[in-house]
Nanobody, 123 residues
Framework: QVQLVESGGGLVQAGDSLRLSCVAS????????VGWFRQAPSKEREFVAA????????YYADSMKDRFTISRDNAANTVYLQMNSLKPEDTAVYSC????????????????WGRGTQVTVSS
């Protein structure tokens, strides 16, 4: 069973950068696609980015593609999310999860959610 822990969030100003980390503190996700999601107050959780187990393919929400970069280091059981040019609308709790049901390049279900890390961007 995989247990994930997110870190790297904080309070920054618009235009700043952050790098979030998702670590498998128990088990391993080296054979799985891992995704980043975010949820702002009173809003539904939305997809941010994902990376396949080899790190050879990445996926981004359209609004994130030009500013965010996902990467992974399987030896360290870690997936990163580099966030540049942050905007106030990026303020949210960012969580990572493992894809447990896949159809070709589409993940149908994510599981083993971490508790999330808070990102707050001031204007």
């Amino acid at each position: 069973q995989v247990q994930l822990v997110e870190s790297g969030g904080g309070l920054v100003q618009a235009g700043d950068s952050l790098r979030l980390s998702c670590v498998a503190s128990r088990g391993t996700f080296s054979m799985y696609t891992v995704g980043w999601f975010r949820q702002a107050p009173s809003k539904e959780r939305e997809f941010v980015a994902a990376i396949n187990w080899r790190g050879s393919r990445t996926y981004y929400a359209d609004s994130m593609k030009d500013r965010f970069t996902i990467s992974r280091d399987n030896a360290a059981n870690t997936v990163y999310l580099q966030m540049n040019s942050l905007k106030p609308e990026d303020t949210a709790v960012y969580s990572c999860a493992v894809c447990t049901l896949r159809s070709d390049e589409t993940c149908l279900k994510y599981d083993h959610w971490g508790r999330g890390t808070q990102v707050t961007v001031s204007s």
